[in-house]
């Protein structure tokens, strides 16, 4: 299994992952393309998202290959039954690997990896299969 670590320098890895807030600059989003194989945009499926996002990854598509990542779905509803139809609206493939909603995934921005419950851990392993994979 590849090391997948954040982004450090000092520690080299197989595959790097920077994450960037939403108003990333310019100047700031271009350094990162540049060493970028792959670049994931996290998606909620809502109406809303697909008008915020459209343009990102239209944008992104230009410097390297894009996916998108279903995040915060339930996958019991029709509109994930239909997460395809907005893959291609976008001009974008899409990760088949998705997050659903799970409380745990909030808790871990504070308490790190032991606050995921084994689906949660087993999900995330499912991602980064697919993303080691795509780079």
Sequence with gaps: ?????VLDPAHPA???LADTGAGIGDGDLRNLLQWADLV????????TDMRATGSTVRGL?????VRLLFSGVD????????????????GVRALS??????HCYRLALVD????LSPKAREELG???DEITREV
């Design 40 to 47: 994931l945009v996290p998606f909620l499926l809502s109406p």
């Design 75 to 90: 996958p019991r509803t029709s509109v994930f039954r239909d997460r395809q139809t907005y893959a291609d609206l976008l």
């Design 112 to 115: 790190g990896y032991s606050a």
């Design 61 to 65: 598509l230009a410097h390297g290959k």
């Design 97 to 102: 690997a998705f997050l659903p909603v799970r």
């Design 1 to 5: 299994h590849p090391r997948v670590r």
């Design 14 to 16: 197989d595959v790097t």
């Design 126 to 128: 499912q991602l980064a």
